[in-house]
T-cell receptor, first 116, second 109 residues
Framework: DGGITQSPKYLFRKEGQNVTLSCEQN?????MYWYRQDPGQGLRLIYY???????QKGDIAEGYSVSREKKESFPLTVTSAQKNPTAFYLC???????????????FGPGTRLTVT | EDQVTQSPEALRLQEGESSSLNCSYT??????LFWYRQDPGKGPEFLFT???AGEEKEKERLKATLTKKESFLHITAPKPEDSATYLC??????????FGTGTRLQVFP
């Protein structure tokens, strides 16, 4: 079964702690993305990576960090510098920008992070 | 600035009552417009991609259409299992998708 896995489904942390969210894909996609979803708001892009060992900031990168050491994996670290970390985090992937169906992004099941 | 606006925010339908969801957009160099379905607590599920004005795509009770300024998701004779939030997104000449805030659809038996 090809797809995107995110773990864990639910994550609880104390304020001031860093936490890393996992995202793995076996679709052989080049590009991977991290979004944050809050009630009443559209998905907001945190970071994205189009190729291994390279990534770019999205619209709300402050307080987050990523790495892309393997094509299949794109972990997201929520640092203590992120002011409002409680949210639903979604990972997505697609083929490297080209044409046609390459633009279609496919999403994982999400991780709900609660920081108290 | 690329922008996507979806309306209505919420829609309640009786089972079998057809309706349409709207996605208005402004984007530089449209590469694609995407529709997703999202169930509570889950990731968005890809439905359709539309690339140019006049294009239409269908899947079961859903039909998506595209003009130069907006897209419609038509739902024909909906069933309770069609209840979900429907998201619209566009990709212009950047590397990013721009998402609307979604339409929350509830279909009652």
């Amino acid at each position: 079964d090809g797809g995107i896995t995110q773990s864990p489904k639910y994550l609880f942390r104390k304020e001031g702690q860093n936490v890393t969210l996992s995202c793995e894909q076996n679709l052989n996609h080049d590009a991977m993305y991290w979004y944050r979803q809050d009630p009443g708001q559209g998905l907001r892009l945190i970071y994205y990576s189009q190729i291994v060992n390279d990534f770019q900031k999205g619209d709300i990168a402050e307080g987050y960090s990523v790495s892309r050491e393997k094509k299949e994996s794109f972990p997201l670290t929520v640092t203590s510098a992120q002011k409002n970390p409680t949210a639903f985090y979604l990972c997505a992937s697609n083929n490297r920008l080209g044409s046609g169906t390459d633009y279609e992004q496919y999403f994982g099941p999400g991780t709900r992070l609660t920081v108290t | 600035e690329d922008q996507v606006t979806q309306s209505p925010e919420a829609l309640r339908l009786q089972e079998g009552e057809s309706s349409s969801l709207n996605c208005s957009y402004t984007v530089s160099g449209l590469r694609g417009l995407f529709w997703y379905r999202q169930d509570p607590g889950k990731g968005p599920e890809f439905l359709f991609t539309l690339y140019s004005a006049g294009e239409e795509k269908e899947k079961e009770r859903l039909k998506a259409t595209l003009t130069k300024k907006e897209s419609f998701l038509h739902i024909t004779a909906p069933k309770p299992e069609d209840s979900a939030t429907y998201l619209c997104a566009v990709q212009g000449d950047t590397d990013k998708l721009i998402f609307g805030t979604g339409t929350r659809l509830q279909v009652f038996p």
